[in-house]
């Protein structure tokens, strides 16, 4: 019977213990979420935009206040459309008479504004941190100072030249 009677030890910690303990697990509980939060700022930090293409349609006629730079190739200007593009601006462009370029006007490095090509840049250009994008496609074509950009989110444009009507698909 002397075998069966195991010692039961309990442990009480000293209130050092305790305050030492519960310290430790609250910073291990703090840093996960601080954690948490810095990998998911990362992740639209690399895509600011946060674009994606949801079908909607929408017609601008060239004659639009705000628009009259389209009027010619080469014109470039900011339109916003309420509930698209993350309520952020889209860049456009004229390409050719009959072709034209959408892009959000936030660059994908850090969401500043970008600026349309000029006669000091022939690039689509963020001068936060000197990344370029091509003027006919949106594509990185020379990073930024630091870190990394990817390609402008673009929305499909097509042309009607006897309406002069432009259609933005977001």
């Known amino acids: ?33 601080s954690l948490a939060g810095l990998i ?11 674009n994606s293409l949801n079908g909607t349609q929408i017609d601008f006629p060239l004659n639009t206040p705000g628009l009259e730079a389209l009027s ?15 309520d952020k601006d889209i860049l456009i462009i004229r390409l050719t008479e009959s072709s ?4 959000t006007s936030i660059c994908s490095h850090q969401g500043c504004s970008v600026q349309p090509p000029d006669t000091e840049y022939s690039n689509i250009y963020c001068a936060c941190h000197g990344a370029e994008f091509n003027p006919e496609s949106g594509k990185v074509e020379k990073q930024p100072t630091t870190g990394s950009a990817t390609s ?19």
Do not use: H
């Open 72 to 86: 010619k190739v080469g014109g470039a200007a900011y339109k916003n459309v309420p509930n698209q593009n993350n």
């Open 100 to 103: 034209f370029l959408a892009v």
């Open 152 to 170: 402008l989110a673009s929305f499909p444009v097509k042309y009607n030249s006897v309406t002069n009507i432009i259609t933005i698909t977001f």
């Open 40 to 50: 998911q700022s990362c992740e639209s930090n690399e895509s600011p935009s946060g």
């Open 1 to 33: 019977m002397k075998d069966d009677i195991v010692p039961q030890f309990s442990v009480i910690p000293t209130r050092r213990q305790f305050i030492s303990n519960a310290l430790q697990s609250a910073g291990i509980i703090f840093c996960a979420g």
